[in-house]
């Protein structure tokens, strides 16, 4: 009797070299899209170095666990039909052995349960899993077919010389509990809603509209975040994840809530734009380099990477399950939660405008669970959900509260609205790697030119260029958002550019040039000259610390100013106070009563004050967007051109 051993490893190599000939009859840039698709399952393997080494990457039972939740309905029963139908051929051909004696070892059970007719696989003709499936002629016979050759493109399946299909050995086994159900060419679609009372008709433009909206919000809410992370580190708890009173701290800087705010900061950190760095004090978050060129790009090109990586996020920053603290900035470990994702977008982009659901309401862990199986909004949309990727449904626990977490944040981020998807959320489901395009309809191009009014505001309708940005906040307070951006004008702010260095000629000519008619009012012209005038009439010295002036009279006032006794100044000349507290305490006290001093230094210039930013020292990794195009000629031995110095096409 053939040793089964023997047999089960000749039917395992038969498979890979079937699969290894598929993989070397692709074109570079074929098996180069094979390498981005299966990007995630590949980066936790050995780098392969060869054709058979992909495929056995690709038939190994980590990566086929990971790609399998990723397949639709048609696909996942032709797969699974197919891995039944091999077994029981192979187990045609080598019955299951006699079960070990009574006193066995450990290696002869498991060499049992192991077994060759329990791993093996034998190939399959197409025939005879449309025939199981019970895809006759028509629609059924057109979708399995479809699905079918998809799998082979995947290199989940492989198709012999003979056009016999070959599946990996232990698909049988993983998908053995999934309930796939009769065999379904499209997905139920969910049940029509009419348009509420007093809505009016629904039409392209709103679902532009909307979404245009969200991502204005979005941007402004991301930049505001980071830049409070590069103001102030946040510190992380020793278990991991960020403190309570961060998140807090965070949310109110960036005008977020804080679910939105742990969502943020967890889609910064897979974009890289963050990176948790140890420091003696202990684990802080911090923003990369990364951030510096993010702050250069156009609104649209600064959301594309965030998107990005939630549709790729494994977990869901916004849902807490019962019973464990809200937190950002930990790893997650959900990995169905990226097929979640896609197949509630798929559901709702077969819904018709006009005719969708409104959000689910967010579960309520205080409130007693209602009736599980009544029908709803949200179980129907799962129902057609499920058919898209079967796998991150069944048997997943608290799947209602994780579908409508995943929905919010779905419409936070700009992607659904009024029940179906907008044009970004079409962008994102067809392939989120190229969303610049949509965002760049969604936010114009930034304006670099603002109105400035006699009522010291000035008016940006639309969203300001990073330069634009930078001098209205130097010199202003932003005082409202939304289509147009309103900054004011203050004693204060003009005061703050001063304290950082800006000379009033130059802020002058600055904000002269941003001018949309290339004028000032002269109520901000005198503002300006009047602050400056009144700014550094007052030096405040290190010592613990000192304060001098010109002007013996205001030095008089100071010293006789009952909101400054806690200061305890005390004139050691004419024109000089002692002050018993620290220069920031000193300056902190005379700003709040009115008065504009300047931070002088122990050499007599004036000190330039300005808000710290800190940046992470770890190294970022490059991205090179034709790595995998290289590495895919070199597993077919094919020339490189770049490296052949061939012109590129």
């Given at each position: 009797?053939?040793?089964?051993?023997?047999v089960?490893?000749l039917?395992?190599?038969?498979?890979?070299?079937?699969?290894?000939c598929?993989?070397?009859?692709?074109?570079p840039e074929?098996l180069?899209?094979?390498?981005?698709?299966?990007?995630?399952?590949?980066?936790?393997?050995?780098a392969?170095?060869?054709?058979?080494?992909?495929?056995?990457?690709?038939?190994s039972?980590e990566?086929?666990?990971?790609l399998?939740l990723?397949?639709d309905?048609p696909?996942?029963q032709?797969?699974?039909?197919?891995a039944?139908?091999?077994?029981?051929r192979?187990?045609?051909?080598?019955?299951v052995p006699?079960a070990?004696s009574?006193?066995?070892g450990y290696q002869?059970l498991?060499a049992?349960?192991?077994?060759?007719?329990?791993?093996?696989?034998e190939p399959v003709?197409?025939?005879?899993?449309?025939?199981?499936?019970g895809?006759?002629?028509?629609?059924a016979?057109?979708t399995?077919?479809a699905a079918?050759?998809?799998?082979c493109d995947d290199?989940?399946?492989?198709?012999?010389?003979?056009?016999?299909i070959?599946v990996?050995?232990?698909?049988?086994?993983?998908l053995a509990?999934?309930?796939?159900?009769?065999?379904?060419?499209?997905?139920?679609?969910?049940?029509?809603?009419p348009?509420r009372p007093?809505?009016?008709?629904?039409?392209?433009?709103?679902?532009?509209d909307?979404?245009?909206?969200?991502?204005?919000?979005l941007?402004?809410?991301?930049?505001?975040?980071l830049?409070a992370?590069?103001?102030?580190?946040?510190?992380?708890?020793?278990?991991?994840?960020?403190?309570?009173?961060?998140?807090?701290?965070?949310a109110?800087t960036?005008?977020?809530?804080e679910?939105?705010t742990?969502l943020l900061?967890?889609?910064?950190l897979?974009?890289?734009?963050?990176?948790?760095?140890?420091?003696p004090s202990?684990?802080?978050?911090?923003?990369?380099?990364?951030?510096?060129?993010?702050?250069?790009?156009?609104?649209?090109?600064?959301?594309a990477?965030?998107?990005?990586?939630?549709?790729?996020?494994?977990g869901?920053?916004t849902?807490?399950?019962?019973g464990?603290?809200?937190?950002a900035?930990?790893?997650?470990?959900d990995?169905?939660a990226?097929?979640?994702?896609?197949?509630?977008?798929?559901?709702l982009?077969?819904?018709?405008?006009?005719?969708?659901?409104p959000?689910?309401?967010?579960?309520?862990?205080?409130q007693?669970?209602?009736?599980?199986t009544?029908?709803?909004?949200?179980?129907e949309?799962?129902?057609?959900a499920?058919?898209?990727r079967?796998?991150a449904?069944d048997?997943?626990p608290?799947?209602?509260d994780?579908?409508?977490?995943?929905l919010h944040?779905?419409?936070?981020?700009?992607?659904i609205?009024?029940?179906?998807?907008?044009?970004?959320g079409?962008?994102?489901?067809?392939?989120?790697r190229?969303?610049?395009a949509?965002?760049?309809?969604?936010?114009p191009?930034?304006?670099?030119?603002?109105?400035f009014?006699a009522?010291?505001?000035?008016v940006?309708?639309?969203?300001p260029t990073v330069?634009?940005t930078?001098?209205?906040?130097a010199i202003a307070?932003?005082e409202?958002?939304?289509h147009?951006?309103?900054?004011?004008?203050?004693?204060?702010?003009?005061?703050?550019a001063?304290?950082?260095?800006?000379?009033?000629?130059?802020?002058l000519d600055?904000?002269?040039?941003?001018?949309?008619?290339g004028?000032?009012p002269?109520?901000?012209?005198y503002?300006?000259?009047d602050?400056?005038?009144?700014h550094?009439r007052?030096?405040?010295?290190?010592?613990?610390?000192?304060?001098?002036?010109d002007?013996?009279t205001?030095i008089?006032?100071?010293?006789?100013?009952r909101a400054?006794r806690?200061?305890g100044l005390?004139?050691?000349a004419?024109?000089?106070?002692?002050?018993n507290?620290?220069?920031?305490?000193?300056?902190?006290?005379?700003r709040?009563?009115?008065?504009?001093?300047?931070?002088?230094?122990?050499t007599?210039?004036?000190e330039?004050?300005?808000l710290?930013?800190?940046?992470?020292?770890a190294?970022?990794?490059?991205?090179?967007?034709?790595?995998?195009?290289?590495l895919?000629?070199?597993l077919?031995?094919?020339?490189?051109?770049a490296?052949a110095?061939?012109?590129q096409?």
């Open positions: 009797m053939t040793d089964l051993n023997t089960e490893g039917n395992t190599v038969e498979g890979l070299d079937t699969l290894t598929s993989l070397a009859q692709r074109t074929q180069a899209a094979l390498l981005t698709r299966h990007a995630a399952p590949l980066s936790l393997r050995p392969a170095t060869g054709l058979r080494d992909l495929a056995t990457a690709l038939w039972y990566t086929l666990h990971h399998v990723h397949l309905h696909r996942l032709v797969l699974a039909t197919t039944r139908i091999s077994q029981d192979a187990r045609q051909d080598a019955p006699a070990p009574s006193g066995a002869s498991m049992h349960r192991l077994s060759f007719a329990r791993l093996a696989s003709p197409p025939d005879a899993t449309y025939t199981a499936l895809a006759t002629p028509g629609p016979r057109a399995a077919e079918l050759r998809s799998l290199g989940i399946a492989a198709l012999t010389a003979d056009g016999h070959v990996p050995p232990r698909t049988a086994q993983l509990a999934a309930p796939l159900g009769p065999f379904a060419v499209a997905p139920p679609r969910p049940t029509p809603h348009v007093g809505t009016g008709a629904l039409t392209p433009t709103a679902l532009h909307e979404s245009a909206a969200a991502a204005a919000t941007a402004t809410t991301a930049e505001r975040l830049a992370l590069a103001t102030q580190p946040a510190a992380l708890r020793k278990t991991g994840g960020l403190t309570v009173r961060e998140t807090k701290r965070l109110k960036a005008g977020a809530t679910p939105h742990r900061l967890d889609l910064a897979a974009a890289e734009l963050i990176a948790l760095t140890r420091t202990g684990i802080t978050a911090l923003p990369t380099a990364a951030y510096d060129d993010w702050l250069t790009r156009t609104p649209g090109e600064r959301l990477p965030l998107l990005t990586s939630w549709s790729s996020l494994w869901l920053p849902h807490t399950p019962y464990e603290t809200p937190t900035l930990v790893r997650g470990h990995r169905h990226p097929a979640l994702r896609h197949a509630l977008l798929a559901a982009a077969t819904v018709p405008l006009g005719t969708g659901a959000l689910p309401p967010l579960p309520d862990a205080s007693p669970a209602g009736d599980t009544a029908p709803t909004p949200l179980r949309l799962l129902d057609t499920r058919w898209h079967p796998l449904f048997a997943q608290q799947i209602e994780r579908a409508a977490h995943t944040e779905a419409a936070y981020l700009g992607l609205a009024h029940g179906t998807l907008t044009p970004l079409d962008a994102v489901l067809a392939d989120p190229h969303l610049e949509a965002l760049h309809d969604l936010l191009t930034p304006l670099d030119h603002a109105h009014q009522d010291l505001t000035a940006v309708p639309g969203r330069t634009l930078d001098l209205l906040a307070d932003r409202s958002e939304g147009a951006v309103t900054w004011r004008f203050t004693p204060a702010s003009v005061r703050r001063l304290d950082g260095g800006h000379r009033p000629a130059d802020l600055a904000l002269t040039a941003a001018s949309a008619d004028r000032l002269q109520p901000l012209t503002l300006i000259e602050t400056a005038r009144a550094g007052m030096r405040v010295v290190p010592a613990a610390c000192c304060l001098r002036s002007d013996e205001l008089a006032e100071l010293a006789a100013h400054l806690h200061l005390r004139t050691i004419p024109t000089v106070l002692v002050s507290r620290p220069p920031a305490d000193t300056l902190e006290a005379l709040a009563s009115g008065y504009a001093p300047a931070l002088e230094s122990d007599g210039a004036t330039v004050e300005r710290p930013t800190h940046r992470t020292h190294p970022v990794p490059t991205r090179n967007p034709d790595a995998r195009l290289a895919a000629r070199r077919l031995g094919a020339p490189d051109p490296a110095g061939y012109p096409p």
